[in-house]
């Protein structure tokens, strides 16, 4: 390698000053790097397939740029976002890369989907007329991608519209079809029965469509065998490190961490309650530590102290500590009579998530799945990138 191609540090966002370590109640840190090594281990599972990032939803909350340029960095070139606004904003930052939507096309977004080079996948009838009606106006077949669905009943073709479409429709014809796609009902299950049963009925309605690229799998479908593969896997969740089978071991690595701010420390004596509604009441002398995030941050209020069988944690000075008491909009209190107080003291910083506490943990404590507790995560934060591999 000669001098100039050593690889340079690659930029990041950097703290504003309205948001840094001191003026935020909480740090979350985003490792661009685990998320590299995610792509590569994804890749590395899917052989000849092309491994596409999903990065709608700003990359699950944790910020669409810095992550796709990291995504490229690793090698990733295909990218899914929801909508136009998305992909417009993603255009700007890669002009090379293929970017799918996967809402389809919205009434009237034709035009602009066309300025910035987006590829609606498109998933019903009068989608592909509109589509097929702007390419003949403009005289350009424009590339576009088209879902089928295959059980779940949400976006897609069903049969009788994709037989219709293959007998008589000339609209099929004023565009080019880089991509069919269909999504899977219940992919977090790798042994459900319906996951082959959708694989087959994909394949009967590829069959009747002109030849083109075919993707099924997310996150699940691409850590599922290879038959889920095809041409192309488009995971998101697994990128950011949170977990897609439900009855397995998470193989991806942590991506997120997010450090809470000690306001202060009070003595609450036995017989007392906290918080809102008094709905917790102390059992002993307590320790209760006030740390500033709430559920206007994301800390949903549903991880408020309860009897629940798996209360939510926080971890501080080498310790679990139970929220306890109602979460509030921009705090939580926390029981840490356990802790010792060099580390339960004002300006203190407990782990929300990171090391011991996983983006899983999180999500199953509140009773919810990865994807929310990571799209949920405020403005309010001071975000830290580390830097990315550049290649
Ligand atoms: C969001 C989405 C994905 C990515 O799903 P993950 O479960 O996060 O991997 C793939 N395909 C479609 C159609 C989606 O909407």
Redesign the pocket.
Known sequence: MSDTEIPEEAPVPQPTEELSSETAGGTLMIDLRAIQANYRYLAGRVGRAECGA?V?ADAYGLGMIPVAQALWAAGCRTF?VALPCEGAKLRKTLPEATIYL?GGLLPGSADFVAEHNLQPVLSSVEEISEWAQFCRQQDRRLPAGIHVDTGINRLGLSRSQVECLAASHKDLRAFRITLI?S?LACGDMPNAPMNREQLAVFDRLRALLPEARASIA???GTLNVADFHYDLV?????LYGGK?LIDRANPMKQVVSLYGTVLSVREVKAGETVGYSATWKCERNSQIAIISVGYADGFFRCLSGSSRSERAHVFIGGQFAPVVGRVSMDMITVDVTDVPSEFARRGGRAELIGPHITVDDLARWAGTIP?EVLTALGPRYCRLYSPYDPR
Not at 234 to 238: E, F, K, S, V, Y
């Open positions: 999903a709608k899914f996967l796609i999504h997310n996150s699940a488009r995971p998101g969740i697994a897609a994807y």
